[in-house]
């Protein structure tokens, strides 16, 4: 078993900052990939960013390239994703999830274990 503990989600105007954190515990040893999936009202859960543990593999979405980043301490078992310039469009729940190996296509379907969330408002 995997547990996935977010933090960091808030109230923040358009173009500001940020920084969601996941701290992992269990046996992440046997995970690959560890992602950032979001879920706006009345919208499906979409995939933002994921990273292996070593950093060797990095993917976003289209719509937060440039201006997120998604970063990991191994020493902390955490990832972190930094959201910079936000846009009310970025306005959802932010969930964490770690993808055992082998590896997968990076959907929600294919993700193994899911944080509880944390909210990020965006106004405008």
């Known amino acids: 078993q995997v547990q996935l503990v977010e933090s960091g989600g808030g109230l923040v105007q358009a173009g500001g900052s940020l920084r969601l954190s996941c701290a992992a515990s269990g046996r992440t040893f046997n995970t690959d990939f560890m992602g950032w999936f979001r879920q706006a009202p009345g919208k499906e859960r979409e995939f933002v960013a994921a990273?292996?543990?070593?950093?060797?593999?990095?993917s976003y979405a289209d719509s937060v390239k440039g201006r997120f980043t998604i970063s990991r301490d191994n020493a902390k078992a955490t990832v972190y994703l930094q959201m910079n310039s936000l846009k009310p469009e970025d306005t959802a729940v932010y969930y964490c999830?770690?993808?055992?190996?082998?590896?997968?296509?990076?959907?929600?379907?294919?993700?193994?274990?899911w944080g509880t969330g944390t909210l990020v408002t965006v106004s405008s």
């Open positions: 999830a770690a993808q055992l190996l082998p590896a997968r296509p990076l959907s929600p379907r294919n993700m193994d274990y």
């Open positions: 990273t292996t543990w070593d950093g060797g593999s990095i």
